[in-house]
């Protein structure tokens, strides 16, 4: 069967004259750059009636066809995730402690293991509030990050928790060990948060990002690297590792942002070092608050053993 295409036509404004293909094709598509560049590259995309190299740059007048393949959906797959454990469980909601390698839900790309099919495989049922894929998710985990993470499984309990996390009313605490010793030992990171304008799956502080702030505070102090608990108050992608490395102190084995590799094989780390050790929230229906917590996964614990003995 044949992919379903959006086909559009468009010309090229004033504004856009002398801009290579692919950035006028993004601009005017509202699309990632690399994304345009991709469709310019399958043959996707005519310029004048004929195809062009990415780099070719557009005059204003110019005529853009491209043919947009539909986008591609992501599916639910009931599949049990060893090393998943329930922490906690109600008629509201269930709290896990989500394992590395494990995304929250599904999405276009992504073909391992999701917490949303976990707990399809283990029968339970869960909120049909937010995108099908995506259903009963009040917040996430990075897929490389360990720890504590809420579902809903009540429409009440979505609809409170989803308010509950954008009015900032959720205590996220996570520990990270983090390459040196940030000065102040303790602060807070007010820092807005972008996507990279270069890689598609990376984040960075920028001027015009998202308001974004880290408080955190050094428990421990060592010879290459300090652990610390770290509070957020907004909840962006990467929002830690993004500011970590921002302030010069990435998280260690985080090589996609700037982390020191040979540190990482020292300490035998294979993903960075950050795990959401707490979770404390008023429960959605008594109102009561609820608590959470989380202990370190051997990979980190024997990292940190490895780091206080270089100490």
Request: net charge neutral; with cysteine; hydrophobic share 40%.
């Amino acid at each position: 069967m044949s992919t379903p295409m959006e086909h559009r036509v468009l010309r090229v404004p004033e504004g856009l004259a002398g801009e290579r293909v692919d950035a006028a094709l993004a601009r005017l598509l509202g699309l990632s750059r690399t994304r345009a560049s991709e469709l310019v590259a399958e043959g996707h995309v005519l310029l004048n009636g004929q195809p062009p190299m990415k780099s070719e740059r557009v005059e204003p007048g110019a005529l853009l066809e491209a043919s947009i393949p539909a986008p591609r959906t992501a599916e639910v797959v009931a599949q049990a995730v060893e090393g998943m454990r329930i922490v906690h469980d109600d008629d509201d909601l269930v709290v896990v402690d989500k394992p590395i390698g494990v995304a929250a839900h599904p999405s276009v790309g992504w073909e391992g293991p999701t917490v949303l099919g976990h707990l399809a495989a283990a029968g339970y049922r869960i909120s049909t509030s937010g995108a099908p894929e995506r259903q009963g998710i009040v917040h996430r985990l990075d897929v490389g990050t360990s720890g504590l993470m809420a579902v809903a499984k009540s429409e009440h309990a979505y609809t409170v928790m989803k308010q509950a996390f954008r009015t900032r009313t959720v205590d996220k605490t996570y520990h990270s060990l983090v390459q040196g010793h940030p000065d102040p030992h303790t602060g807070t990171i007010d820092a807005p948060i972008a996507r990279h304008p270069k890689h598609d799956f990376k984040f960075t502080v920028k001027a015009d990002g998202r308001p974004s702030i880290t408080h955190y505070d050094t428990l421990e102090a060592h010879r290459y690297a300090s652990l610390l608990t770290i509070k957020l108050e907004t909840g962006r992608t990467h929002q830690i590792r993004v500011h970590m490395s921002a302030i010069k102190h990435p998280c260690v084995g985080d090589l996609q942002y700037g982390a020191d590799p040979v540190l990482a094989r020292k300490v035998g780390l294979e993903r960075q070092w950050l795990h959401a050790v707490k979770l404390g929230f008023l429960h959605p229906r008594t109102n009561e608050y609820v608590e959470f917590e989380s202990t370190y996964p051997d990979d980190l614990q024997q990292a940190l053993d490895r780091v206080r003995d270089l100490s």
